[in-house]
Each structure stands twice: as structure tokens, then as C-alpha cells.
T-cell receptor, first 114, second 115 residues
């Protein structure tokens, strides 16, 4: 069975500071990993994804994440936070092996202080 | 990407009534899903909407409470039946496009409040 753990339900950073949102997963097969962002009163938007190949993946809005198999992690980073980054972030895992089901983490709310 | 619209965007309903939520996609998709997001929580999969056949429900969700239709490759409905305040949530439609089986797209959601 697959699972996702996001460390920290709330993260607060100052504008211009590094953003680090942590995600660990468990999976019995090589996973596909995703980060989604949800702005207030909106649906989910895909930030980035890892399926195969390069383990450092770049997404929209300056975000990137690195797949580390040895650590079973897929942490999301951004070098410099912007006020517009304030949102809820969800890490997710799926693997389309005979059945499609995405498992979402509990989410991390990012606050950005001026 | 896929453009997904949901109707209504929000509603306030009385307990005991039912609400049908519509999901329309701008292109044919292989899979459609319905999720529930309770206040301050993550997403929970309700069911997979299957074209022309009964939906596949996750544990804890039943057809009598959440009947789902999917008459074609671009449209689905979710009905929340005999509502109670515990059904107050955001309901999200999600799709997987043909040829992109590992990537999901989400609709804007329907915010439901049950009084």
C-alpha cells in the first residue's frame, strides 16, 4: 500500500526566505510523485511531478523538488518566497499498475510574512 | 491540460435534501473521479466514475448516498443525497486525460454547506 506523510501542517516563512515543505512516501513499487497547490476557494493545480528520469524536477512558479529514493522523500523547495505563494500544498503519490488511485498527504499550509 | 468546470460553484442546502453537482471537461478523458475535501483536511476519493456503468466506490462511500453518473467521456454528475451537516465539504471533480495516465487535473470544486 502507498502512503504519504507531510511533516508540518503549517509552515511560516518571511518573504524572500527559503521555502521547504517536507514529504515522505511509502510505496512497494517505484512511485509517481506530485506536488499540488490549492489557493483559497480554488481547486488543485499541479506544481510539478516526478515519474522517471532526472530526480530533480522543476515546476511552475519557481518551485522544484528532488526525488530521493534512499530517503523515500520528495521535498518541495523554492529559493525565495513570495507573498503570492501563500496557499495549501499537497504531496501525492500514485502508480498506475492495474488500478489508478492517488494518495494525498494531509497538506501543509504555507504562510508568507512581509 | 484539461479545462474542467463544475456547477454549482457553491450552495447552501437544508438537511434531508439532495444536490446534484455537474462536472464538464473540455476534452475526452479516460478517467473521472470525485473527491471530498472536508474543512481543513486533505482530499478523500469518493469514487471513480465509469462511462456507461456503475461507479466504483471507495470504502465508506455508497451508491445510495452518492449516486454518480457518467453518460459520456466528458461529463459526470455526483449527487449528495439526504444531506446532513456532516456532508458540508468541498466536492472536487478530477480527470485523467488520454495519453497522460499519471497526471490528474482538478475542477474548481463545489463548496457545499448543509444547515
Amino acid at each position: 500500500a502507498q502512503s504519504v506523510t507531510q511533516l508540518g501542517s503549517h509552515v511560516s516563512v518571511s518573504e524572500g526566505a527559503l521555502v521547504l515543505l517536507r514529504c515522505n512516501y511509502s510505496s512497494s513499487v517505484p512511485p509517481y510523485l506530485f506536488w499540488y497547490v490549492q489557493y483559497p476557494n480554488q481547486g488543485l493545480q499541479l506544481l510539478l511531478k516526478y515519474t522517471t528520469g532526472a530526480t530533480l524536477v522543476k515546476g511552475i512558479n519557481g518551485f522544484e523538488a528532488e526525488f530521493k529514493k534512499s530517503e523515500t522523500s520528495f521535498h518541495l523547495t523554492k529559493p525565495s518566497a513570495h507573498m503570492s505563494d501563500a496557499a495549501e500544498y499537497f504531496c501525492a503519490v500514485n502508480r498506475n499498475t492495474g488500478g489508478f488511485k492517488t494518495i494525498f498527504g494531509a497538506g501543509t499550509r504555507l504562510f508568507v510574512k512581509a | 491540460s484539461a479545462v474542467i468546470s463544475q456547477k454549482p460553484s457553491r450552495d447552501i442546502c437544508q438537511r434531508g435534501t439532495s444536490l446534484t453537482i455537474q462536472c464538464q471537461v473540455d476534452s475526452q478523458v479516460t478517467m473521472m473521479f470525485w473527491y471530498r475535501q472536508q474543512p481543513g483536511q486533505s482530499l478523500t476519493l469518493i469514487a471513480t466514475a465509469n462511462q456507461g456503468s456503475e461507479a466504483t466506490y471507495e470504502s465508506g462511500f455508497v451508491i445510495d448516498k452518492f449516486p454518480i453518473s457518467r453518460p459520456n467521456l466528458t461529463f459526470s454528475t455526483l449527487t449528495v443525497s439526504n444531506m446532513s451537516p456532516e456532508d458540508s465539504s468541498i466536492y472536487l471533480c478530477s480527470v485523467v486525460r488520454q495519453g497522460a495516465t499519471h497526471e490528474q487535473f482538478f475542477g474548481p470544486g463545489t463548496r457545499l454547506t448543509v444547515l
